[in-house]
């Protein structure tokens, strides 16, 4: 994400008029002002974290049952969303897949950022031919499209959840590896790690205490992009029948499985595609906010 | 200037080779071989291993990447194993039509972008400027087949506009095509649109904030004038950087797209491959994704450096 701009000519209102009344101030507090889009983002995500954690003991139906003879019965006729393609309640089947779409994209994420966070720092910290080794090995993976990958691998493999998870975990670990990496390699040089060294402070407090502290803002900015990819990339491939198998409920499949409703006006496809897609803009958007926030200029933040 | 041309292009070749490597691996590590594939599991021994013997399979993996590469150069990838059919007949039926979805998506997003982008960086902070933020930035974090089975909602059902199935034949009538089109096209674009136009944005911005532009405001020249003639010039090597990224990027959203409007192009044939197992034929669609990928990254470089004087001449 790259900082966004000032205007074309910087604006002087937020100049203090009168600097002999700030002794007086109290002092400044770190507010966290967020927009109003930010808190939308949050709110919608809080919905459905609560639908991944209760949503099977919400669900009228179980996800396999039949309620309906009738393919694509409308809204409001069964269940609150309607039938599906054979019949059963997307309703019920959107709350069950919820865990599913929200959690395997969940652990394939954080084993990346595990893997690609540890690699980047030893890269960062060993220097020399272990950056190199593991630098290019990055480089190669990150030649391919990450879904011409996915596919060769499941062209090899066959699909399964497992599978799943290590391959998307290993496409994201790239970035993070690269993110780390240079984190590593800019707080390493800085003064007061510097100082740190100076002090004789041993290798591990160094990055536990001076180094690790100062990723903390990016990297969760980061994880936010990566977790929303990797529900976006998960989804993609269930659509396309290569990733989560039906029956089960999820939501790239429920896409997959109800599309031909399309054609007869049924809108069974276009609910679990909304949920995703109203899943990933919330988080953007609160990853948005905070990078804003984090590029707000510190003097501003001062006054 | 030359030296560096050939040095990238020297990097992309060790690109393609180590993807080579790599998509020739993905059939190492298959439980079993092609052999047990093509046979299914009742085959005999015997039937198995004279099969292995026909293909060379029971040749060193070295000796037979060797041969791979060679058939490629030779322009020879072998028989679909789902169908016996030759691949490069396959994959020829079917090039045109995603060529033709790719270059339609490009002559109408980029354009579309810059100027979207351009107009934001004119009127920074306005409430086109967020309307452009936000709404990019909604478009591409929803997945493509969300963007697509609505347009489809919207332009197929209700309003009986355009055809919810693209069966495009390129010798069709041209308004045809252009119906069949619509619908992928405009998917695609809004999935890679988000970032060129905020890419443009960023760095006539960056561009403005730099001494000479401050002496045209002093001087008085119109904001438009500043925009157009005095900033998007210098802000081009990022724009055409982030653009040739986003064609390389098209790759997976053509996946998605093709297979939502089951559109005959070769991201679909490879879908259907990856379904089938039949690896041959995903072997040589991976690498056309592939080497289209990393020479449209090439490119990428490639033009920046043209048109950023300082990147020519690296301290």
Not at chain 1, 126 to 155: E, H, K, T, Y
Not at chain 1, 238 to 256: E, H, I, K, N, T
Not at chain 2, 257 to 283: C, H, K, S, W
Request: proline share 6%.
């Amino acid at each position: 994400m790259n900082p966004k701009p000032k205007g074309i000519l910087p604006k002087n209102d937020s100049c203090p008029a009168d600097d002999s009344s700030r002794s007086d101030r109290p002092p400044p507090k770190r507010n966290l002002r967020l927009g109003a889009t930010c808190w939308i983002g949050i709110s919608i995500l809080l919905v459905w974290l609560f639908v991944a954690l209760f949503g099977p003991l919400l669900a009228p139906h179980p996800q396999g049952e039949m309620i309906s003879y009738d393919s694509f019965a409308p809204m409001g006729e069964v269940g609150i969303l309607g039938g599906d393609y054979i019949g059963r309640d997307i309703f019920s089947r959107l709350l069950f897949g919820a865990r599913m779409t929200m959690g395997l994209a969940l652990i394939a994420t954080v084993l990346a950022f595990v893997l690609g966070g540890v690699f980047g720092f030893l890269a960062a910290a060993g220097g020399g031919w272990v950056d190199q080794v593991l630098s290019r090995l990055n480089d190669a993976i990150m030649a391919f499209p990450s879904i011409m990958l996915a596919l060769i691998v499941i062209a090899a493999l066959g699909t399964s959840i497992p599978v799943l998870i290590i391959m998307v975990c290993l496409i994201e670990a790239t970035p993070v590896f690269r993110l780390t990496r240079a984190l590593g390699m800019d707080i390493s040089v800085m003064d007061f790690v510097e100082a740190a060294r100076a002090r004789g402070e041993n290798i591990s407090w160094i990055v536990r205490r001076e180094i690790f502290p100062n990723t903390i803002v990016p990297l969760a900015a980061e994880f936010g992009l990566r977790y929303t990819y990797s529900i976006l990339f998960i989804s993609a491939l269930s659509f396309l029948g290569l990733g989560v198998q039906p029956p089960q409920a999820d939501w790239g499949v429920m896409v997959r499985e109800n599309m031909i409703g399309l054609t007869y006006g049924s809108p069974a496809a276009v609910i679990p595609a909304a949920a995703i897609g109203s899943l990933t803009v919330a988080i953007n958007l609160i990853v948005d906010a905070f990078v804003e926030h984090g590029n707000r200029d510190v003097s501003e933040e001062m006054i | 200037m030359g030296r560096i041309l050939i040095k990238r292009i020297m990097l992309g070749l060790i690109t393609m080779w180590i993807v080579s490597i790599m998509v020739f691996t993905a059939t190492e590590i298959l439980p079993g071989d092609v052999a047990s594939a093509i046979m299914g599991k009742s085959a005999t021994p015997e039937a198995l291993q004279s099969i292995r013997t026909e293909l060379g399979l029971d040749q060193p993996a070295l000796v037979r990447y060797g041969g791979w590469l060679m058939d490629i150069f030779s322009g020879d990838l072998g028989n679909s194993l789902a169908t016996g059919r030759k691949i490069t007949e396959l994959i020829g039926e079917r090039l045109g039509n995603t060529i033709v979805l790719a270059v339609a998506t490009a002559l109408f997003a980029v354009p579309l972008s810059i100027f979207l982008g351009l107009f934001a960086a004119m009127f920074p902070g306005s409430f086109f400027d967020r309307g452009v933020s936000t709404s990019t930035l909604c478009l591409v974090s929803v997945p493509e087949f969300f963007i697509a089975s609505v347009l489809v909602l919207i332009f197929s059902i209700s309003l009986n506009w355009l055809p919810a199935i693209s069966q495009i034949s390129l010798n069709a009538p041209f308004l045809k095509l252009v119906q069949a089109l619509a619908l992928p096209v405009m998917t695609l674009t809004a999935a890679i649109m988000a970032h060129m136009a905020r890419m443009t944005r960023t760095s006539v911005l960056n561009v403005v904030s730099s001494p000479y532009i401050e002496m045209a405001i002093l001087k008085g020249v119109p904001r438009r004038t500043i925009i157009v003639r005095h900033a998007f010039p210098n802000a081009l090597s990022p724009i055409f950087n982030v653009v040739a990224l986003n064609l390389a990027y098209l790759i997976s959203g053509v996946v998605i797209v093709e297979t939502m409007f089951a559109y005959p192009g070769i991201a679909r044939l490879m879908v259907d491959a990856v379904t089938n197992r039949d690896i041959p034929l995903v072997q040589a669609c991976a690498m056309l994704f592939c080497s289209t990928y990393v020479g449209l990254n090439m490119l990428a470089d490639l033009l920046s450096t043209i048109f950023n004087p300082r990147l020519r001449f690296p301290k």
